[in-house]
């Protein structure tokens, strides 16, 4: 790549950095794209995505995001696979520095999203995606009818408790301490719900199966004992990891979250953070791509007053 100067760089290829890359190329800034792996994040796991409005019949999240990527390029977008290894501002500029060289612009969108924390126990992983889910809204509805466990002890598991309690004919809530950490009404509401089960002092020692999820063997951290429980689903909502190591100093909220105001402004001009990554109250792919349609939005504009152009 020659010219290593560019309107908008954007880092994060998921939902809200490609919808940016979209927005901000369609407008005619000049705009760059970097991830350190292909494009969509954790998107590309879902295998129906069937809650995106105006997607139906739905879709493999891989096929989401190609098109959303050729959307993007298509309009002018560059895309390219590096690793970031800081971000320095310097002057009017922010200079961006990869394994592919370095790269500058006048405006920056954060959209390198959170990841879920693991439980770390036998089976997470190899049963990720086939019983074993980090999002009760996505996945929620492909156990209609069934018994699923919900893990954590937070706001975050007693609400995905409280709605999977809507869709499954029973809900066990599996939490290591001996009382929940949520809201004191969130909590009642799980404890008062006749289809949920509480089994607080016990964590998740194995998850089993052989092509999907059947069971959980669950270990009573005061007593030692261990049992198996059926299941067709393990919900884990034991905390998010956001993504902030490339510009720690940002001001963020009690769990690590960029702050931004209603137009993905950080506390550094010029600089936004959209999806994922930025504090807010619900994540999922529709906000975070409207997230990344407005920070490209304020990049333009940002951009056109600083060139001293009309903005219409």
Do not use: W
Request: proline content about 3%.
């Amino acid at each position: 790549m020659e010219n290593k100067d560019f309107n908008f760089i954007i880092i994060g290829a998921g939902p809200a950095g490609l919808t940016a890359a979209q927005y901000a190329s369609r407008a005619n800034i000049k705009t760059l794209l970097i991830d350190q792996s292909l494009p969509g994040g954790q998107v590309t796991n879902i295998f129906n995505l069937e809650n995106y409005p105006g997607v139906f019949p739905s879709v493999n999240g891989y096929a989401f995001i190609e098109n959303m990527k050729n959307q993007a390029t298509s309009f002018g977008a560059t895309i390219i696979q590096t690793i970031v290894s800081s971000i320095d501002k310097i002057g009017k500029n922010f200079v961006v520095k990869t394994s592919n060289g370095e790269f500058s612009s006048p405006t920056l969108l954060l959209a390198t999203g959170a990841e879920h924390r693991k439980l770390g126990a036998i089976g997470e992983k190899e049963f990720e995606g086939r019983g074993v889910s980090y999002c009760a809204t996505c996945d929620g509805p492909f156990f209609r009818n069934k018994d699923v466990i919900v893990v954590g002890g937070g706001d975050s598991a007693c609400d995905e408790a409280t709605y999977l309690s809507t869709l499954c004919s029973h809900v066990t809530i599996v939490h290591r301490k001996g009382q929940f950490r949520a809201q004191k009404k969130v909590a009642e509401r799980v404890l008062s719900n006749p289809k949920i089960t509480v089994c607080f002092n016990s964590s998740v020692k194995e998850i089993k199966g052989e092509k999907k999820v059947s069971s959980v063997e669950l270990l009573d951290t005061v007593t030692g004992e261990t049992r198996e429980l059926e299941t067709s689903a393990v919900f884990i909502f034991v905390g998010m990891i956001p993504r902030t190591s490339l510009m720690s100093t940002l001001k963020t909220d009690e769990n690590g979250y960029i702050i931004t105001d209603e137009d993905m402004h950080t506390s550094v001009p010029g600089l936004y953070a959209a999806g994922d990554v930025r504090s807010k109250s619900f994540r999922q792919i529709v906000t975070a791509c409207a997230d990344g349609a407005i920070a490209a939005h304020e990049a333009e504009k940002y951009v056109r007053e600083m060139n001293n152009e009309v903005y219409k």
